[in-house]
């Protein structure tokens, strides 16, 4: 299997920053590739919604409301994600997902491709 590990969120006041970082691996195995890394995000009573996206080859896609305060970053070598915060609004309260999509892995002798998620971290914007 293939665990997606977020980390960097938490408590901040409106107009402060954050990164969250995001780290994928295989169990008993490694991972060959993941096609695309992205962000999403899901607010109380509200779907979960695309935040970021970013590809192997580094192309990047947001969502209107984060252009130009949020930017993603990966590191293809280590199977991590980065979403660098700025300028939080108290809208960007929600919980932030990390997602690895397309992963290419070896885990437990097996070959195993996919779309993982992970636990979710909690970024709250006080007003």
């Known amino acids: 299997q293939v665990q997606l590990v977020e980390s960097g969120g938490g408590l901040v006041q409106a107009g402060g920053s954050l990164r969250l970082s995001c780290s994928a691996s295989a169990a008993a195995g490694s991972i060959s590739g993941i096609d695309s890394m992205g962000w999403y995000r899901q607010a109380p009573g509200k779907q979960r919604e695309l935040v970021a996206l970013i590809t192997s080859g580094g192309s990047t896609n947001y969502a209107d409301s984060v252009k130009g305060r949020f930017t993603i970053s990966r590191d293809n070598a280590k199977n991590t994600v980065f979403l660098q915060m700025i300028s939080l609004k108290p809208e960007d309260t929600a919980v932030y997902y990390c997602?690895?999509?397309?992963?290419?892995?070896?885990?437990?002798?097996?070959?195993?491709?996919?779309?993982?998620w992970g636990q979710g971290t909690q970024v709250t914007v006080s007003s």
């Open positions: 997602n690895a999509k397309g992963t290419t892995a070896r885990s437990m002798g097996a070959w195993i491709y996919g779309d993982y």
